[in-house]
């Protein structure tokens, strides 16, 4: 008999930001997946608590020339879109104001 390992996922509630990234320059069939306009590059945020996504995405608008590609504030997924400094300062801003002011644990922005 073969041992079989099992693994079990669960979100734990906490106040944290798990992606920030960058896709500089995404293929035309990520764009028409999610139903966006092709505009350079594409960022991506993954929060919890969920709701926060709400937050994070009026941040990422107000600092600089990006659109919400995407919001689901019952999974804590946004997806912005705009020029390639445009997502990754508006990424950097978000990460600052959600670690400063509501001490949420953040990780670092990445791009590829």
Known sequence: MTEVQRMIQESVPGKQVTVLHVIASPIDDIYESLGIDPVGAIG???L???ES???AADIAT???DVSIGFL????GSVVISGDVQSV???LQEVAKFLKTRLGF???DVTVS
């Open 44 to 46: 991506i945020l993954t």
């Open 48 to 50: 919890s608590p969920c």
């Open 53 to 55: 996504a709400i937050i």
């Open 62 to 64: 107000k600092s600089a």
């Open 72 to 75: 689901d504030r019952f999974t």
């Open 88 to 90: 990754e300062i508006s």
């Open 105 to 107: 644990t953040v990780c």
